[in-house]
């Protein structure tokens, strides 16, 4: 049990968002993004299964075979992917949504704050697109979204935060996708 550091790294992730999401106008978002991990499922769960360089979830889940703490944070924060699945009314069956465009930046900030806090000083831009790839098809995500999300993370590999956040703050208004 390690209270205090999983509040220490989940804190420190949670900053670091909130100072991407001001860097691309995204206030409210940085204000309230990840709150639900400071509550008691979230929290104690995370704390329980603290592994300091990767996320508690995944220990979570090699225990008990499920996150509760995951699939309570999943459904109360936009910027994942899976919380943006319901059914489609004419097929009857489950499929991810396109996400709206905001959510998709925020996901993005959220996704470089976890791998500059896991991997600290062997970050590199190139991180949080290995993982978007690492995960491959695993996460259901609309093809639209797929597409942004990974195109986003390419421009920030290759352009890094400044021009990217640059970006991000000049197209976060347009609902069409770029």
Same mark, same amino acid.
């Given at each position: 049990?390690?209270? =205090? ?28 993004? #990840? ?46 992917? %899976?919380?943006? =699945? ?8 489950? %499929? ?13 900030? #959220? ?49 890094? %935060? ?13 609902? %069409?996708?770029?």
């Amino acid at each position: 049990m390690h209270p =205090i550091k999983h509040f220490l790294t989940i804190t420190k992730h949670r900053h670091l968002v909130m100072h991407y999401c001001f860097k691309c106008g995204l206030y409210k978002q940085g204000l309230l993004h #990840d709150l639900s991990k400071y509550g008691i499922t979230e929290f104690w769960n995370g704390a329980k299964y603290f592994l300091g360089t990767k996320s508690p979830h995944l220990a979570e889940r090699s225990d008990r075979g499920y996150s509760l703490a995951w699939m309570h944070h999943k459904g109360r924060n936009k910027h994942h992917m %899976e919380y943006w =699945i319901d059914m489609n009314v004419n097929t009857k069956e489950y %499929e991810p949504v396109r996400v709206p465009k905001r959510y998709v930046y925020e996901s993005i900030c #959220d996704r470089i704050a976890a791998s500059k806090v896991y991997k600290k000083k062997e970050f590199t831009l190139r991180d949080p697109l290995d993982y978007f790839y690492y995960e491959g098809n695993s996460i259901p995500m609309h093809p639209d979204t797929r597409v942004l999300l990974e195109s986003l993370l390419k421009y920030y590999a290759d352009n890094g %935060e400044k021009a990217l956040f640059k970006y991000m703050k000049k197209n976060k208004n347009t609902k %069409e996708y770029k």
